[in-house]
């Protein structure tokens, strides 16, 4: 199993911008697929963005346009830039790593990080 860490959460009022990263315990272009989701209390996990190694990135449609995945191989670091930040962003945010034959929920996952946007 991909060991991940993330990190770069916090409180930012409206607007802000905040990066998260998520580290991995392998070379990170080595796995497949790698995702960002998040989880509000009470409600379902929603997948944020989605980037398949050597093809596309998705966004979901609340994000997209304001939410940028990039990778940092030297770091073995996935990151998630999140610009004009908005309150119905706050949730806690995993990063997930998997093969392409699995789904999320049977890769690997970080521990997450707690992401509150208010003023």
């Known amino acids: 199993q991909v060991q991940l860490v993330e990190s770069g959460g916090g409180l930012v009022p409206p607007g802000g911008s905040l990066r998260l990263s998520c580290t991995a315990s392998?070379?990170?272009?080595?796995?497949?697929?790698m995702g960002w989701y998040r989880r509000v209390p009470g409600k379902e996990r929603e997948l944020v963005a989605r980037?398949?190694?050597?093809?596309?990135?998705n966004y979901a449609a609340s994000v997209k346009g304001r939410f940028t995945v990039s990778r940092d191989a030297a770091k073995n670091t996935m990151y998630l830039q999140m610009n004009s930040l908005k309150p119905e962003d706050t949730a806690v945010y995993y990063c997930?790593?998997?093969?392409?034959?699995?789904?999320?929920?049977?890769?690997?996952w970080g521990q997450g990080t707690q992401v509150t946007v208010s003023s």
């Open positions: 392998v070379n990170i272009f080595s796995i497949d697929v």
């Open positions: 997930n790593a998997r093969p392409r034959d699995v789904t999320a929920d049977f890769g690997s």
């Open positions: 980037s398949i190694t050597g093809g596309s990135t």
